[in-house]
């Protein structure tokens, strides 16, 4: 489900991708899920991790990560999604407010889909696609080559 994407990811952006499985429902219930997915990212967050055998930073600037420097933030809503207005409001007070550099995309006619799920159609359009690519380029301040096409 997510291994195409994130393959993508790493050949079209020279960008290291973590693909960490977390609890899922029903096995697991609320919360456990975000719960799960917040341990994975703050194991991967800490710097004492990088030379673990999970996690192999190839092309990290460790320079880069020493300063307390925030991230960008790319925020991707469907028009029909739930939680667009959540997604529109989020992005405004960070910029707003100067926390953090923002990008917000909001995909025309889709509900809550995004390229990196199931695959339904709504899921696989090419605007899609290259709104995904376009964003997490931004995200990690590099060009990608879009001559090259993805099998996926």
Same mark, same amino acid.
């Given at each position: 489900m997510m291994l195409a994407p994130a393959r993508g990811f790493a050949a079209l952006l020279g960008a290291i991708v973590a693909c960490p499985t977390y609890k899922v429902a029903p096995e697991h219930p609320f919360p456990a899920p975000m719960n799960s997915a917040w341990e994975a990212v703050t194991w991967l967050s800490q710097p004492d991790n990088f030379d673990s055998a999970w996690f192999? %930073? !190839?092309? !990290?600037?460790m320079s880069s990560i020493k300063g307390y420097h925030l991230p960008r933030v790319q925020l991707q809503a469907g028009e029909l999604d739930c939680l667009r207005d959540d997604a529109v409001v989020y992005a405004k007070v960070l910029s707003q407010t100067g926390v953090a550099e923002t990008r !917000?995309? $909001?995909? *025309? =006619?889709? @509900? +809550?889909?995004?390229? $990196?799920?199931? %695959?339904? %159609? =709504?899921? +696989?359009? @090419?605007? !899609? *696609?290259?709104m995904t690519l376009d964003g997490m380029a931004w995200l990690l301040q590099r060009e990608r080559d879009r001559n090259h096409k993805l099998q996926y």
């Open positions: 192999t %930073p !190839l092309n !990290l600037d !917000l995309d $909001v995909v *025309k =006619d889709i @509900g +809550h889909v995004s390229w $990196v799920t199931f %695959p339904v %159609p =709504d899921a +696989h359009t @090419g605007e !899609l *696609k290259t």
